[in-house]
């Protein structure tokens, strides 16, 4: 009885009072049993909470092998509506290699979105232009470009010359308010630029290639047409130390898919094009970056960016 009472005491507080009153082994056993049956949901809840941390575990693991993106952060939603957004990032070494020219090339890196330099107002009719333009030629993939400097046009699997395809007829197509419009919008995106990255505004030369874009989600026919690989401007294009997007269309509303996706080591972090919507940042390879394939609709954009390097910069497009 005593044994049995010390036996029983010492299973705890959930002990059965059959066993504090009886010291025989059989007692003992049927304590046992009963104590079992009262444990058993709390073993199958622990084995199942177990099983679903392996089964979780795994899940995550599969996706990150098979989601070579891993983690997602947006940086800028459509729906936001923001006025200066800037993170700094370490600048890369890519700017050694080049000529620098102190008090421009970038000693502080990163990356910016405003929705406060640029009105939707504009951007629309920035996006008039381009349609006008692009309607006069047109990839025959899912990519289309017009350079407005160069006046390179995505016609077919190839360019052709605006400005000598057209001739004088171009006056018909573009006017002087259109390139007076390019060129306060470039000014504006410049005095940003300069502010965000603590340089001087006199410092910067637009550099080409300068062109809208146009991409829907017909399949690329050319390597020209493939424009999801992930890149580095800086290596991409020379000259660029600055880049700047404005997008002329909305995601959502306009296209799906076609986020501009900044990829950094361990995670990504996307940008949601908006009418009127200015990213900007550095053009090294610490700003790798990526554009998600269009799904559906037709995404429209402008690429303006700056170097450093007088040589490197052009007059803004004109009327030729
Ligand atoms: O259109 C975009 O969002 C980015 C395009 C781009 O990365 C580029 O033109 O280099
Ligand atoms: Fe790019």
Not at 132 to 140: A, E, Q, T, V
Not at 177 to 198: C, K, M, N, S
């Amino acid at each position: 009885m005593h044994v049995g009472v010390q036996k029983g005491v010492s299973w705890g507080a959930g002990s059965s009072p059959l066993v504090l009153t009886c010291g025989c082994d059989r007692s003992l056993r049927s304590a046992k049993k009963s104590r079992a049956r009262q444990d058993w949901p709390w073993r199958w809840l622990k084995a199942a909470l177990l099983v679903s941390l392996v089964v979780a575990g795994g899940f995550l693991s599969w996706r990150c092998l098979q989601n070579e993106d891993g983690v997602t952060e947006v940086l800028a939603r459509h729906g936001d509506n923001l006025r200066d957004t800037f993170i700094e990032v370490p600048c890369s070494e890519d700017y050694d290699s080049h000529k620098r020219f102190e008090g421009c090339t970038p000693r502080k890196c990163g990356r910016g979105v405003t929705d406060a330099v640029i009105t939707r107002e504009e951007a629309e009719r920035i996006r008039r232009i381009a349609e006008r333009g692009l309607s006069l030629g047109g990839s025959d993939g899912g990519a289309s470009i017009l350079d407005l400097h160069s006046g390179a046009l995505s016609l077919g699997k190839h360019f052709v010359n605006l400005y000598r395809y057209f001739g004088d007829k171009i006056q018909d197509i573009f006017t002087e308010e259109d390139f007076a419009l390019y060129r306060d919008v470039r000014q504006r995106i410049q005095q940003r630029i300069a502010q965000a990255f603590g340089i001087s505004a006199a410092s910067l030369y637009l550099t080409k290639p300068t062109f809208f874009s146009r991409i829907n989600n017909t399949g690329a026919k050319t390597t020209h047409d493939e424009y999801w690989h992930p890149h580095v401007d800086k290596v991409t294009y020379g000259s660029f130390d600055y880049t700047s997007l404005l997008y002329l269309s909305d995601y959502t509303e306009d296209f799906g898919g076609g986020r501009f996706v900044f990829m950094d080591a361990g995670s990504n972090k996307t940008i949601e094009p908006r009418a009127g919507r200015v990213s900007f940042f550095t053009s090294g390879s610490e700003n790798l970056h990526r554009v998600e394939k269009v799904q559906w609709g037709t995404r429209y954009a402008v690429t303006i960016s700056f170097t450093c390097n007088p040589d490197h910069g052009i007059g803004d497009p004109v009327l030729k």
